[in-house]
């Protein structure tokens, strides 16, 4: 299990550039790279949706079509933190930013972006694109 914590979010002009932490708090004894960790977000009115995620195996990453070539997520194991870079943001990418952990039972398992795949939630970060 991990408790998860956000930061990085603001208000940002469109074109310009955040970078969001995810600091994890590993309390089950396994080490962060056992762990597939996902960014989700979640704009008003609307579903929670995958934008990221990192596989903890083999480090694969896979993206939304929507933020492919501008989001990067990165992991850094040693520091129990996982990134998401965001260049070139757009109004529509406003939402609300989750990241979220599973340790998958088949631990060779890769990533995915669905919100059932995960079991631990950060409490989220505004990220709000706006002139």
């Known amino acids: 299990q991990l408790q998860l914590v956000e930061s990085g979010g603001g208000l940002v002009q469109p074109g310009g550039s955040l970078r969001l932490s995810c600091v994890a708090s590993?309390?089950?004894?396994?080490?962060?790279?056992?762990?597939?960790i996902g960014w989700f977000r979640q704009a008003p009115g609307k579903e929670r949706k995958g934008v990221s995620c990192?596989?903890?195996?083999?480090?694969?990453?896979y993206y939304a079509d929507s933020v492919k070539g501008r989001f990067t997520i990165t992991r850094d194991n040693a520091k129990n933190t996982v990134y998401l870079q965001m260049n070139s943001l757009k109004p529509e990418d406003t939402a609300v930013y989750y990241c979220?952990?599973?340790?998958?039972?088949?631990?060779?398992?890769?990533?995915?972006?669905?919100?059932?795949?995960?079991?631990?939630w950060g409490q989220g970060t505004q990220v709000t694109v706006s002139s």
């Open positions: 979220a952990s599973i340790a998958p039972f088949i631990p060779t398992s890769r990533c995915a972006l669905d919100t059932g795949d995960y079991d631990d």
């Open positions: 990192s596989s903890g195996s083999d480090g694969s990453r």
């Open positions: 590993v309390t089950s004894g396994f080490t962060l790279d056992r762990y597939n």
